[in-house]
């Protein structure tokens, strides 16, 4: 069976540091016919739900643990009976959130997961978030970023446990050493490629941000 990638958007919130802000989030689901792994679990399970159809979830993969990001994962695990991973670095986030319920187990740079025929590459790419993960497919020409890269820029440094040297240390070193026409699909907005993002590096790096 060919592993495919669906997409679904979910609009909920964002807070931290007191703050809060209305958002639309991305859904990514990659499989084929009978299996899949989920990236982040934002606002709504039924629309998950509905994007996995009768598929069985391998595995809910948190790209960070803003509450934007795993606000559902919990329950999503409940129903579907698959294991929420995380980085460990982004536990503190994650207690903030779901302090009673921690991730089922972790997620570690290198690791692999296999789904649906092919393989997913955790990259730990570090800024937006002590913990956030990026995953490559190679065999599909992507790869997942979360709020780690963006059409446009880097995600946003200015929050806490966040760093914007260690973001674009992240981006330049993990993300930039992929083909260029490989395909970027965020957590947030447009996907975009790393050759059309690669030529900014320096322009980000002088805007500071």
């Avoid at 060919?2 to 958007?9: F, G, L």
């Avoid at 792994?37 to 069985?56: L, M």
């Amino acid at each position: 069976m060919t592993t495919r990638i669906d997409h679904t958007v979910t609009s909920g919130t964002f807070s931290l540091d007191g703050q809060t802000f209305d958002v639309d989030n991305n859904v990514w689901v990659v499989g084929d016919d009978t299996e899949c792994v989920v990236i982040d679990a934002p606002h709504d399970v039924e629309a998950i739900r509905t994007v996995v159809g009768a598929r069985t979830v391998r595995a809910i993969v948190a790209t960070h643990a803003h509450d934007d990001h795993v606000r559902v994962a919990p329950r999503l695990a409940d129903e579907t009976g698959a294991p929420v991973l995380l980085h460990p670095a982004d536990r503190v986030l994650w207690d903030q959130v779901h302090p009673r319920r921690p991730p089922d187990a972790t997620l570690a740079d290198g690791q692999q997961l296999t789904v649906g025929g092919t393989t997913l590459r955790v990259l730990h790419t570090p800024g937006h978030s002590p913990g956030a993960c990026c995953l490559s497919a190679p065999e599909l020409g992507v790869v997942f970023t979360g709020d780690t890269l963006f059409a446009g820029g880097p995600g946003a440094t200015g929050r806490s446990y966040s760093d914007f040297s260690t973001i674009v240390a992240s981006i330049r070193d993990r993300l930039f050493t992929l083909p260029d026409d490989t395909v970027v699909h965020t957590g947030h907005g447009d996907s975009t490629t790393i050759g059309t993002e690669r030529p900014h590096l320096d322009e980000w790096i002088a805007r500071g941000h």
